[in-house]
Nanobody
Framework: VQLQASGGGLVQAGGSLRLSCAAS????????VGWFRQTPGKEREFVAV????????YLGDSVKGRFTISRDNAKNTVYLQMNSLKPEDTAVYYC??????????????????WGQGTLVTVSS
């Protein structure tokens, strides 16, 4: 499956952005899709994931209460709604997909497929 992330940009602190991850080339509903982010010199950080049906969302501690994840299997797309953005949310955001069980969700090596990343910059 191929993944294409989009929706990044420059936003002021307190603002909102919605990222999209469009999938092609596979049976989308078979994959768990999540989001990670990375800044230079740091490890890739887990952000959010939801099950293949869109339920059971799981979010990283740093974004709980501010970000939500959803998916539309009819459109082969997963969304990351980011509200109350902070400068520390600045990063390249990647969507990733994994097959198999809904486990090891926060571990980036468990994801087999990755999009190209979209840059989010939050100004103070």
């Amino acid at each position: 499956v191929q993944l294409q992330a989009s929706g990044g940009g420059l936003v002021q602190a307190g603002g909102s952005l919605r990222l999209s991850c469009a999938a092609s080339g596979g049976i989308f509903r078979r994959y768990v899709v999540g989001w990670f982010r990375q800044t230079p010199g740091k490890e890739r950080e887990f952000v959010a994931v939801c099950s293949s049906s869109g339920g059971s969302p799981y979010l990283g501690d740093s974004v709980k209460g501010r970000f939500t994840i959803s998916r539309d299997n009819a459109k082969n797309t997963v969304y990351l709604q980011m509200n109350s953005l902070k400068p520390e949310d600045t990063a390249v955001y990647y969507c990733a997909a994994k097959s198999g069980a809904y486990q090891s969700l926060g571990s980036y090596p468990s994801y087999q497929y990755w999009g190209q990343g979209t840059l989010v910059t939050v100004s103070s």
